[in-house]
């Protein structure tokens, strides 16, 4: 992701602050001066949202180290003004492992309000008349600062235990109905509660507070692609790579020119190439090189090739390549059989594969 601040990194996942990030910390700065609140009161604000993403920030690793125990990695977790993302490599298929890691997020939540519960008097803050409270609450104080995060931790513990997709309730919610309708049924239900969440927030989004909009598009959408994933992935299940697999395809030379390439391209469908020399895999060209290299049409092909490479096995799984290409931020790999090379597949072919199976259903 593009214009992102490293922060650092725990247990080899990386953390990291989108750019969008200060776009909260200045329209919370300006809530408060356009309310008439003073310096003391603004540095309140910004603080809390700092030290509340530091929560968002244990809680998403509350997922990815749970997730960890299941053999899955997570690459980062972003910090967005919506909340934070933990790229996990995929969620756990089988229920009992998804409704774990699900839980182990608003789980950290949940302990880190019960311990500040033990140091702010909870309590008192109810026993006074909502104008004697609204006083308490307005005086920018040390105590006053840690009722404010007892309170946003509990509001992300109910927020995100709701039953609706991409919330982790959502994934909870999936979990426990995979148990006995399967997950494919159960992802459609919890994915229609999520879009149906999403429309909800954006109704109410245009009457009263703009930014409920943009919680609304992620939701529903989010939403409609975990949907799309499982259904893709239950219609992929038991196929190969080889039946995907690009067979008729043109083998680039090492000393194939770029112009060469550029009279393939523009003579048929293809965009991505395989170098060979000798039968062996030396490498691949992409379109995205040939673009950059256009200028220069004299340049040799094995000056440009990338060599770090993946070979994908034949007999391998289409969802297993599908993982591989979101690791890799790759589409396009070469295939072997049997150690030798007998085409590659790419994110395009996939897709018709996947149409053509979905016509048959």
Not at 213 to 238: H, P, T
Request: glycine share 6%; net charge neutral.
């Amino acid at each position: 992701m593009k214009g992102v601040l490293k922060l650092g990194s725990v247990s080899g996942i990386k953390i990291e602050v989108h750019w969008t990030f200060t776009l909260l910390l200045i329209w919370v700065a300006f809530l408060e001066i356009q309310q008439g609140g003073n310096l003391d009161r603004i540095l309140l604000n910004e603080a809390l949202i700092l030290v509340l993403f530091l929560c968002v920030v244990l809680h998403e690793l509350g997922h990815a180290l749970t997730a960890k125990r299941f053999h899955i990695k997570t690459q980062k977790i972003t910090l967005l003004p919506i909340g934070g993302i933990a790229s996990l490599e995929k969620m756990p298929e089988k229920p009992g492992q998804e409704l774990l890691v699900a839980l182990a997020g608003p789980a950290v939540n949940v302990v880190i309000a019960l311990l500040l519960a033990l140091v702010v008097p909870v309590r008192s803050y109810f026993n006074f008349d909502a104008i004697v409270t609204e006083e308490m609450l307005y005086e920018p104080s040390l105590q006053n600062f840690l009722f404010y995060l007892f309170i946003a931790n509990v509001m992300l513990v109910v927020f995100n235990l709701v039953p609706a997709f991409p919330m982790d309730g959502g994934r909870v919610l999936r979990a426990v109905l995979s148990f006995k309708l399967g997950r494919v049924q159960a992802t459609a239900i919890a994915a229609s509660l999520g879009q149906t969440l999403g429309f909800l927030f954006f109704v109410l989004g245009l009457f009263f507070n703009p930014f409920l909009i943009l919680i609304a598009f992620f939701i529903f959408f989010g939403a409609y692609g975990e949907n799309q994933m499982v259904k893709r992935n239950s219609l992929l299940e038991g196929h190969l790579v080889k039946e995907a697999t690009l067979t008729s395809i043109t083998l680039l030379s090492p000393e194939n020119s770029v112009q060469e390439v550029i009279n393939i391209i523009l003579a048929g469908t293809e965009k991505d190439f395989v170098v060979v020399e000798n039968n062996e895999v030396l490498g691949i060209v992409t379109q995205k090189v040939i673009i950059k290299y256009a200028k220069t049409p004299m340049v040799l092909v094995k000056d440009i090739m990338d060599k770090d490479f993946k070979m994908v096995d034949a007999a391998m799984e289409i969802t297993k390549v599908l993982e591989l290409m979101g690791r890799e931020k790759k589409d396009f790999f070469p295939v072997a059989l049997e150690n030798k090379s007998i085409g590659a597949v790419d994110m395009t072919n996939i897709s018709e594969f996947i149409l053509l199976e979905s016509a048959k259903n």
